[in-house]
């Protein structure tokens, strides 16, 4: 088992573009949650989804969305992307209370 | 609310001296505690959690729930403990996951 996997590793997008970032749970796990990390800080929740649905939202505006699929994987997309979203975004999966991260996603805004 | 408060940045020990990094948290449930360990170039991974109370790579935190406090502590600092550390909070819950709130994290270098 890889493991969470996140694609791509990193992205390059420009102020005003959309962009998608997609998720792999780790193998059995049912549950998906999506992250961003800014630098020098701690990862800040963005929301959950669980048997295709959100579950849990964080304080993200509506231009964060997600999607999770039958096979558990998930997509976070974020629209009219600002400089400000330049981060490292992370997803964990779970199958109980502890949560399994992936590698990360690392976007720059320009 | 939740809040999780890591009041050191940085942290530089000698190896073989003793370490604690302090973790405190504010929230009015019963909460779930984790600590959350990336070394260089690696993922976030669990490290250890509350409930289990175990000891992994020779760390151990109790909670404190009269101080709001989880601090990680270890009595003999290893040169392959240099990483960051982040504490990290949910609520306490049956059965599945709930969001994690972090604090900022502390770096900590063990100086041979």
């Known amino acids: 088992d890889a493991g969470v996997t996140q694609s791509p590793t990193h992205l390059i997008k420009t102020r005003g573009q959309q962009v998608t970032l997609r998720c792999s749970p780790k193998?059995?796990?049912?549950?998906v949650s999506w992250y961003q990390q800014a630098l020098g800080q701690g990862p800040q929740f963005i929301f959950q989804y669980y048997e295709e649905e959100e579950r849990q939202r964080g304080n993200f505006p509506d231009r964060f969305s997600g999607h999770q699929f039958p096979n558990y994987s998930s997509e976070l997309n974020v629209n009219a992307l600002l400089l400000g979203d330049s981060a490292l975004y992370l997803c964990?999966?779970?199958?109980?209370?502890?949560?399994?991260f992936g590698p990360g996603t690392r976007l720059t805004v320009l | 609310a939740q809040r999780v408060t890591q009041p050191e940045k940085l942290l530089s020990v000698f190896k073989g001296a003793p370490v604690e990094l302090k973790c405190n948290y504010s929230?009015?449930?019963?909460?779930?505690l984790f600590w959350y360990v990336q070394y260089s170039r690696q993922r976030l991974q669990l490290l250890l959690r509350h409930i289990s109370r175990e000891s992994i790579k020779g760390f151990t935190a109790d909670l404190n729930k009269g101080e709001t406090s989880f601090h990680l502590k270890k009595p003999f600092a290893q040169e392959e403990d240099s990483a960051m550390y982040y504490c990290a909070l949910s609520r306490t819950v049956i059965q599945g996951a709930q969001k994690l709130v972090f604090g900022q994290g502390t770096r900590l270098t063990i100086n041979p």
């Open positions: 193998s059995g796990h049912d549950t």
């Open positions: 964990a999966s779970s199958l109980g209370t502890a949560q399994f």
């Open positions: 929230y009015s449930g019963s909460p779930e």
